[in-house]
């Protein structure tokens, strides 16, 4: 058999030069978020057109000559035009106005009512999946009883009992949303508890609030945002849905399902009242529910390329 020599063989790779082209650079979890949610141009347009709807309804109200909540009754059902981009009402009142007034008091519900879902829902839930046993029972027992009671029994209650209005409709949609948060966080808790690290902080004395808030919390963030995200178009639908039925907002004050409900009723006779706000309130739907749908893929470690 022939001698093996060095010389009849090449090491390829071994150059210092090509050494950042073949050793992949180090990102940290968010930063490989981010940069697998900007290839999702989907997602990146969706996150746009919210941050371009969302400075409409705070600046466009603050920037007009017109007030959202007094018309000219000389100027009423105008149609669009140079002066009155989306129209005037039946009390001649400007519906561009209305409709970005309407938008911005939307999106505070839907973003007030998200955010106390994802304190009150964390903190119920994770406290209920590390403890267990028979208090993570009778925790879920209480979620169960809040869920068979539908959110429009809840309003109707707390209608009668601390009158309609904005606050009202926020607590109502609270009451009856943390639960499924609740839920969430707990079966996240139930399969991170047992992992090495939360034994290894056990084991050096870390209590029960720091091993919640500092480990396994954390390690749940990503399910939590997606969950937020699709939770804030949900309780815009429901205010929507509220006050197209009576039960929301009340005038002089504009949200964009009690404008929808107004445009309804002159439909047949100036349907344009109804399409802007129409228009508004599916764009936002549509762009949260592209927009999270993005959001979950590129925090999903799973899909890490």
């Not at 000559?65 to 009402?89: C, I, M, S």
């Not at 839930?125 to 539908?150: K, Q, T």
Request: charged share 15%; hydrophobic share 50%; aromatic share 10%.
């Amino acid at each position: 058999m022939a001698e093996l020599s060095k010389d009849k063989f090449v090491i390829e790779g071994k150059r210092t030069s090509d050494a950042e082209s073949i050793v992949r650079p180090s990102l940290t979890y968010w930063a490989d978020a981010w940069r697998r949610l900007k290839t999702n141009k989907m997602a990146i347009t969706a996150m746009v057109i919210l941050i371009i709807v969302t400075l409409f309804a705070i600046f466009a109200p603050i920037l007009s000559e017109f007030d959202y909540r007094t018309g000219d009754l000389l100027e009423v059902n105008r149609q669009p035009d140079a002066e009155h981009w989306f129209g005037t009402d039946e009390l001649g009142r400007d519906l561009y106005v209305r409709v970005w007034e309407g938008t911005r008091i939307s999106l505070f519900i839907g973003i007030v009512t998200a955010m106390l879902n994802f304190t009150i829902g964390v903190l119920y839930g994770g406290i209920s999946g590390y403890v267990g046993g028979n208090i993570d029972n009778i925790m879920m027992r209480i979620v169960e009883i809040l869920f068979s009671i539908p959110y429009l029994l809840w309003v109707i209650m707390l209608t009668t009992v601390m009158g309609s209005g904005l606050f009202t409709i926020i607590v109502a949609l609270s009451i009856a949303g943390w639960g499924g948060m609740a839920r969430l966080v707990r079966g996240q808790i139930l399969q991170i508890k047992e992992m090495e690290f939360v034994m290894a902080a056990k084991t050096l004395g870390a209590d029960a609030g720091r091993i919640i808030t500092k480990h396994l919390i954390p390690n749940t963030i990503g399910v939590i945002i997606i969950s937020v995200t699709f939770a804030i178009p949900t309780a815009i639908f429901a205010e929507a849905f509220l006050s197209f039925i009576g039960l929301g907002i009340k005038v002089p004050y504009a949200s964009l399902g009690s404008l929808s409900k107004d445009g309804t009723r002159m439909l047949l006779v100036h349907p344009y009242q109804l399409v802007f706000p129409s228009i508004v309130i599916s764009l936002i739907m549509l762009s949260f529910q592209i927009f999270g749908d993005g959001l979950r893929d590129a925090l999903d470690p799973r899909l890490r390329q």
